[in-house]
């Protein structure tokens, strides 16, 4: 018997995962929370104006929701290094286990992709209104940096994963003036 894999998606694979899944459920990661703290050159932005994405930071006391999929092992040749390429800009892979509602067990060592502070295109913490403006601003090959925000944040919202520091950053580049 084939073992599937489960993928967590806490930005983009949240509401775009771009690759076949046989259950998706949302749910959340324990000791986790999700900041703006990376560059995008390669997706929300370019070289030149990198735009903003999120990553995750550890915190004990956190728990980061987003998507969980339950991927076919016989696709996993196929996905694996489709999300590699799309999460090249510093992200790594990484194993945590998800937690979902509607199950009593969560599924231990699920894949998810973190971009830690030794990449180059971390940024850290920056004031939210400067982290609204680089995002109301950026464009890059996958869009406006400003479709990545909102997105993420209606995923969030419609899953009942509150997240404030999405809330705040999307309620920022909404306001007229924003850029």
């Not at 018997?1 to 967590?8: P, V």
């Not at 104006?49 to 006391?61: F, H, I, K």
């Given at each position: 018997?084939?073992?599937?894999?489960?993928?967590?998606g806490y930005g983009s694979l949240v509401w775009r995962p771009a690759f076949p899944y046989l259950e998706r459920a949302p749910g959340f990661v324990v000791g986790?929370?999700?900041?703006?703290?990376?560059?995008?050159?390669?997706?929300?932005?370019?070289?030149?104006?990198?735009?903003?994405?999120?990553?995750?930071?550890?915190?004990?006391?956190?728990?980061?929701?987003?998507?969980?999929?339950?991927?076919?092992?016989?696709?996993?040749?196929?996905?694996?290094?489709?999300?590699?390429?799309?999460?090249?800009?510093?992200?790594?892979?990484?194993?945590?286990?998800?937690?979902?509602?509607?199950?009593?067990?969560?599924?231990?060592?699920?894949?998810?992709?973190?971009?830690?502070?030794?990449?180059?295109?971390?940024?850290?913490?920056?004031?939210?209104?400067?982290?609204?403006?680089?995002?109301?601003?950026?464009?890059?090959p996958s869009g406006a940096n400003r479709d990545y925000v909102t997105s993420l944040h209606a995923?969030?919202?419609?899953?009942?994963?509150?997240?404030?520091?999405?809330?705040?950053?999307?309620?920022?580049?909404?306001?007229?003036?924003?850029?």
């Open positions: 018997m084939l073992a599937d894999q489960w993928i967590f986790w929370t999700r900041r703006f703290w990376q560059a995008s050159p390669d997706h929300r932005g370019t070289p030149e104006s990198p735009g903003r994405v999120v990553t995750l930071l550890e915190a004990s006391d956190a728990i980061c929701w987003g998507m969980g999929y339950r991927v076919a092992e016989r696709d996993l040749d196929e996905i694996l290094p489709a999300l590699d390429y799309r999460e090249k800009a510093g992200y790594r892979r990484e194993t945590a286990a998800i937690y979902f509602r509607d199950r009593h067990e969560p599924v231990d060592r699920a894949l998810l992709y973190i971009a830690g502070p030794d990449n180059p295109n971390f940024v850290g913490e920056r004031p939210l209104a400067e982290i609204a403006g680089v995002i109301a601003r950026s464009h890059g995923a969030l919202v419609e899953m009942g994963g509150r997240d404030d520091h999405v809330a705040a950053v999307a309620a920022l580049v909404d306001r007229p003036g924003a850029e």
